[in-house]
């Protein structure tokens, strides 16, 4: 396949149509999968704000002052309320706030960001990347995969996810195929979206490109099941429950 970055798109600002500034920098092909930043969607669905926008309250303030003491420096109890806010639950609230978005991602901070943020001093997440990714799909009519940055268990750095998708399913289901030896296979799922996400991200980069959309072309999802579980349910996630036990001793 063949990955390359959208070039020449302005900065995005509340209420613009992302579709038809992507449409007017390439020619969108019947078989690409379209990768936009999540950051742009946020930015066009009026998602940014500012620290006053969330007033501490106490629990607010107890976290930052937790997460301060151990990190050593102060921290605004302001955004450790706009964390709580945009999320559903969190599994841990130190050293970091490990927040559960309400679409079903987790990620430390419920994803907020603040950086490439001109006009305020908080980026928030879309409040549906799937709704989203559908939107720009009904335009563009190709899939669409809206991306974020994450970082992961056991090993430093991040890599970009998916959050959002339209148009494709977002796993390959392997079961009941066979491998090389002949030996059915009954457990593999291949989080494609998640892939295709990554492999944008490679392109797109992380700091001040300004490239948030990638195109990738001449890929095909395969004669395969589809699945859209990508997140896990509680009840069959078995990391969730250790966290908030191990929280709750640490408590």
């Known amino acids: 396949m063949n990955v390359f970055a959208v070039e020449g798109l302005p900065e995005i600002r509340p209420g613009d149509d992302i579709a038809a500034l992507i449409e007017q920098q390439v020619d969108i092909e019947p078989d690409d999968v379209v990768c936009v930043a999540s950051t742009i969607v946020s930015k066009a669905e009026r998602r940014q704000a500012d620290h006053a926008d969330f007033p501490a309250g106490e629990r607010a303030k107890q976290i930052a002052a937790n997460i301060g003491e151990i990190a050593g420096e102060k921290k605004d109890p302001r955004f450790a309320q706009a964390v709580l806010e945009e999320s559903e639950e969190l599994l841990l609230e130190a050293p970091m706030m490990l927040a559960v978005t309400r679409f079903g991602h987790i990620t430390v901070n419920a994803g907020i960001d603040r950086s490439n943020v001109p006009d305020a001093e908080l980026l928030l997440l879309p409040e549906d990347p799937t709704a989203s990714a559908k939107r720009i799909h009904n335009e563009l009519d190709v899939p669409v995969v809206v991306t974020d940055t994450s970082g992961r268990p056991f090993r430093h750095g991040q890599r970009g996810v998916a959050l959002g998708w339209a148009g494709l399913p977002a796993a390959r289901d392997w079961r009941g195929t066979l ?73």
């Open 179 to 251: 491998d090389r030896d002949g030996r059915e296979m009954d457990v593999t799922v291949q989080a494609v979206v998640d892939e295709l996400a990554a492999a944008s991200n490679l392109i797109t980069g992380e700091g001040a490109g300004g490239t948030p959309v990638a195109v990738v072309r001449d890929w095909e999802f395969g004669d395969f099941d589809g699945s859209d579980a990508l997140f896990r349910e509680e009840e069959d996630d078995l990391i969730r429950p250790a966290l908030k036990e191990w929280s709750n001793a640490r408590n």
